[in-house]
T-cell receptor
Framework: DAGVIQSPRHEVTEMGQEVTLRCKPI?????LFWYRQTMMRGLELLIYFNNNVPIDDSGMPEDRFSAKMPNASFSTLKIQPSEPRDSAVYFC????????????FGPGTRLLVL | GQQLNQSPQSMFIQEGEDVSMNCTSS?????WLWYKQEPGEGPVLLIA?????ELTSNGRLTAQFGITRKDSFLNISASIPSDVGIYFCAGREMNRDDKIIFGKGTRLHILP
C-alpha cells in the first residue's frame, strides 16, 4: 500500500490567499484525521471524519479553516484567508475500524504564509 | 482538556546507551501508542499497546502499558545513530474511541 498521500508537500503563499491541502487515506481506512504541528504547540488534532462524516471539529482554530471529505478516498483542508500564524506542518492520518484503530500518518504539508 | 505529560523533553546520550522515556495521563486510557518522527517526515508508529500490563517489543524497542492505565514507557536498548528523532507518546481515552491525544515529544540526541 502507498500509505497516506498528501499534497502539496510544500506550500508558500502570501497572507490573504486561499490554501487547499489534500489527503488520500489508506485504502480501506474509514477514519481520517487532520493535525497541525508547530514547535510551540506540538501536534494538535484539528478535525476527524468517520465514514466521510465530520465527527469532531473542536480543534479547528476558527472559521477560516474548513475541511471536507466528499468520498472515502479524498479529503481537503482549506484555509481562507490564510495568515502568517497558520504557518505549520499539516498532517493527515487515517485508521481502520475495530479496536486496534491505529493511526497512520502522511508525510505532511509544510505551509509557510508570508 | 486531557493532556499527556511526556518526559523528558530532550535527551543527550552516548551511542550504545539505553534510553527510557515515559508518558502519564490524568485519566484512564485504553490504548497507548508510541511514534517516532524524523526531520521532514510524519510520525511513524513504533509500538501499539491495548491492554493494561502489556509489554511489547519491536527490535531494540520495548514499551509497556501501565497497570493503572494512566501511564506508559518506552525503552530503547543499545542506542545507535539512527535512533535520533522525536518520540511521541499518544493515547486514547476510555469511551473516546477515535480521538488520540499526543504528548509533546521527547527529542533524542545521540553523541558519537
Amino acid at each position: 500500500d502507498a500509505g497516506v498521500i498528501q499534497s502539496p508537500r510544500h506550500e508558500v503563499t502570501e497572507m490573504g490567499q486561499e490554501v487547499t491541502l489534500r489527503c488520500k487515506p489508506i485504502s480501506g481506512h474509514n477514519s481520517l484525521f487532520w493535525y497541525r504541528q508547530t514547535m510551540m504547540r506540538g501536534l494538535e488534532l484539528l478535525i476527524y471524519f468517520n465514514n466521510n462524516v465530520p465527527i469532531d471539529d473542536s480543534g479547528m482554530p476558527e472559521d477560516r479553516f474548513s475541511a471536507k471529505m466528499p468520498n472515502a478516498s479524498f479529503s481537503t483542508l482549506k484555509i481562507q484567508p490564510s495568515e502568517p500564524r497558520d504557518s505549520a506542518v499539516y498532517f493527515c492520518a487515517s485508521s481502520a475500524t475495530g479496536h486496534e484503530k491505529t493511526q497512520y500518518f502522511g508525510p505532511g504539508t509544510r505551509l509557510l504564509v508570508l | 482538556g486531557q493532556q499527556l505529560n511526556q518526559s523528558p523533553q530532550s535527551m543527550f546520550i552516548q551511542e550504545g546507551e539505553d534510553v527510557s522515556m515515559n508518558c502519564t495521563s490524568s485519566s484512564i486510557f485504553n490504548t497507548w501508542l508510541w511514534y517516532k518522527q524524523e526531520p521532514g517526515e510524519g510520525p511513524v508508529l513504533l509500538i501499539a499497546l491495548y491492554k493494561a500490563g502489556e509489554l511489547t517489543s519491536n527490535g531494540r524497542l520495548t514499551a509497556q502499558f501501565g497497570i493503572t492505565r494512566k501511564d506508559s514507557f518506552l525503552n530503547i536498548s543499545a542506542s545507535i545513530p539512527s535512533d535520533v528523532g522525536i518520540y511521541f507518546c499518544a493515547g486514547r481515552e476510555m469511551n473516546r474511541d477515535d480521538k488520540i491525544i499526543f504528548g509533546k515529544g521527547t527529542r533524542l540526541h545521540i553523541l558519537p
